[in-house]
């Protein structure tokens, strides 16, 4: 990681965003206050960035691969397919505490933004359809790996994942505590039991 002296001015923006988009939101997060806190010049700003949403569309597409490394990495590292399957939203149990129960960017950016064809929208949509795509692989591998798994219904099963996970993220916001992202957890187990 490099230290702040030795970034550039478009590394020190989206690093700036990072937090204040994060923290405060989109809409209670000027222009000004990005500049200010970035330490560049507004001229500085504008070669790099033609506007805030460009800027938020840039820290949503980096945010984005950071997270989903993240998540491929986490599950890359765990062999047992039950595991893997299970481990997804229980991680998210720490991440809330961590993140003093913000909850997920991406999910605070489309509460804000609502117009369904604004960039900033359209990659709330790419990140949701890509961690998915990592759900589909792991329900899959779990559904490979024992006969008593056989019979999942991929998509059903990855489509009721995701929406008690996100639930239970926007949930667990709310009461500002994990009691449930706890109740999801046991939910997505009963999903593939019998």
């Known amino acids: ?56 569309t840039e820290y949503l597409r980096t ?29 998210m149990i720490e991440h809330m505490k961590n993140s003093n129960f913000r909850g997920c ?26 961690f998915r795509s990592i759900l589909t692989d792991v329900v899959e591998e779990l559904r490979d790996s024992d006969k008593k798994y056989s019979g999942i219904n991929v998509n059903k099963v990855v489509n009721t994942y995701f929406l008690v996970s996100e639930g239970a993220l926007l949930a667990s916001q709310i009461y500002h505590d994990t009691w449930p992202l706890e109740h999801a957890v046991e939910a997505i187990k009963g999903l593939i039991e019998k």
């Not at 994060?22 to 990005?34: A, S």
């Not at 986490?74 to 229980?90: A, C, F, L, Q």
């Not at 489309?110 to 990140?127: L, M, Q, S």
């Open 105 to 130: 960017a991406f999910n605070n950016m489309a509460i804000e933004v609502t117009e369904p064809d604004n960039p900033i929208r359209k990659e709330v949509v790419h990140h949701n359809d890509s």
């Open 1 to 56: 990681m490099k230290a702040d002296f030795e970034k550039s001015a478009k590394e020190r923006i989206i690093d700036t965003a990072f937090d204040l988009f994060y923290r405060q939101g989109y809409f209670q997060t000027g222009i000004n206050q990005i500049i200010d806190e970035a330490g560049v010049a507004k001229a500085t700003f504008y070669n790099n960035f033609k506007s805030k949403e460009e800027l938020c």
């Open 63 to 91: 945010r984005d691969k950071i997270e989903i490394n993240l998540i491929k990495n986490m599950v890359r590292n765990i062999k047992d397919p039950y595991e893997k399957y299970i481990t997804i939203t229980s991680s």
